[in-house]
């Protein structure tokens, strides 16, 4: 079993920076793929960024050169930096992790955390 807890959600300006984290604990976190999801409201659940167990990265296409997902195994933290953001980035954000780095990038989840709102103001 492994819990999952974000931090890090806020309002912030258009154009400004907010650093998400997710903390693991019970199982390592490192033998998993783990990622963020973002759900607006009415819109699906979408994933935007995921990091696999040797560092491959994935990013969607909208954040490219925006965001950058990280992870620390030793402090079983995942991190997602996410700088020039707009209104539309606007959702709650999901931490996740999966054994499998292809599930994850198909929506599929083993843990879920709670989510943390991100809001962008114009």
């Given at each position: 079993q492994v819990q999952l807890?974000?931090?890090?959600?806020g309002l912030v300006q258009a154009g400004g920076s907010l650093r998400l984290s997710c903390a693991a604990s019970?199982?390592?976190?490192?033998?998993?793929?783990?990622?963020?999801?973002?759900?607006?409201?009415?819109?699906?659940?979408?994933?935007v960024a995921a990091i696999s167990t040797v560092s491959t990265t994935y990013y969607e296409t909208s954040v490219k050169g925006r965001f950058t997902i990280s992870r620390d195994n030793a402090k079983n933290t995942v991190y997602l930096q996410m700088n020039s953001l707009k209104p539309?980035?606007?959702?709650?954000?999901?931490?996740a992790a999966d054994g499998l780095f292809v599930d994850l990038l198909r929506g599929r989840a083993d843990y879920w955390g709670q989510g943390t709102q991100v809001t962008v103001s114009s």
């Open positions: 807890v974000e931090s890090g959600g019970g199982r390592t976190s490192s033998s998993y793929t783990m990622g963020w999801f973002r759900q607006a409201p009415g819109k699906e659940r979408q994933v539309e980035d606007t959702a709650v954000y999901y931490c």
